[in-house]
C-alpha cells in the first residue's frame, strides 16, 4: 500500500513540503515588505488550526514564523487549534487586543472570522491564507498548490497496480477541487484506466476521522492513498 499525501505526509510527502515551505516564504517576504511601516520591532501573530508538531500545513506556518524571528527579530505569538467557528473570532480578536501589527489567520474557513474582526481594527493588517475575500487592511496569500497534486498524479497513476486510488478530500473549497483536478488529470493521462475514489473528511486535523476514511478506501480495492488533509493517520493506515 502507498500512501502519497498532499496536505500531511511531510504536506507532507516531498513535493507538498516544498510547497508549502514556498508558503512560509511568502509569510517572510510579506513581513518584510511591511516592516517599513510597522514599528521597529513589530508583533507578528498567527492564527493555526492545528498544533506546530502535525509535520503538516501548520507545522510549515510555524517553520515560517520561526524565520521571522530569526532572521528580522520580530515578536511574535500564536493561537495553535483554533476552530473555524466562533472560536475563531475570540483568538483572533484577542491578538488584535494586545497590540499585534500584523495577523496571518492561516486557514481557509477563517475568511469571515478575519473580516469581521479586521473591520474593527483598520490599523492593523490581517493576512488569510487561500481565501479570495479581501479589504483595505485584509489580504489574501496562495501557493500554485495544484503543480504539486499535478506530480502526485503522475506518480500514482503510474504506480497502482488495482487502478483505484483512494483521495482523501478536506473541504469542497477552490483549493481542494483544484487540487483534485489536477491529480486526476495528471493521473488519467499516464494511465487511462484509474479511478479516483473520493472521501469527504469535512475538516483539516482529526487523525481519527481521516485513519478510519482511509481504511474505507483500501477495503474498495485503492492501493494508493492520496491526501488533502492535515495528520499522517492515513499514511499509517496504509503502512
Known sequence: ????????????????NKLITIVAGVVLSLSLSLSSALADSP???FIYIGPPGDHGWTYM???GRKAIVDELGFKT?????????????????????SGH???FTTSFNYMDQTLEVAKDYPDIKFEHATGYKRTDNVSTYSARFYEG?????????????????????????PEV??????????ASKVNPDIEVKIIWAFTWYD????????????????DIIVQHTDTYAPCQVAE
Not at 505569538?77 to 487586543?97: H, M
Not at 477541487?177 to 495528471?186: D, K, Q, S, T, V
Open 207 to 222: 487523525p481519527g476521522k481521516e485513519a478510519d476514511a482511509a481504511k474505507v478506501l483500501i477495503s474498495q480495492g485503492a
Open 77 to 97: 505569538t500564536y493561537i495553535e487549534g483554533v476552530p473555524e467557528n466562533a472560536d475563531a473570532v475570540r483568538a483572533i480578536r484577542k491578538l488584535a487586543e
Open 43 to 45: 508583533k507578528v501573530g
Open 177 to 186: 477541487i483544484r487540487g483534485i483536478n489536477a491529480f486526476y488529470l495528471a
Open 149 to 173: 497534486r499535478t506530480i502526485i498524479g503522475h506518480i500514482a497513476g503510474k504506480e497502482t497496480k488495482s487502478n483505484i486510488v483512494g483521495y482523501i478530500a478536506s473541504f469542497p473549497i
Open 101 to 103: 501589527d500584523l495577523i
Open 61 to 63: 506556518h510555524d517553520q
Open 1 to 16: 500500500m502507498l500512501g502519497l499525501a498532499g496536505e500531511a505526509s511531510s504536506e507532507r510527502g516531498i513535493p507538498m
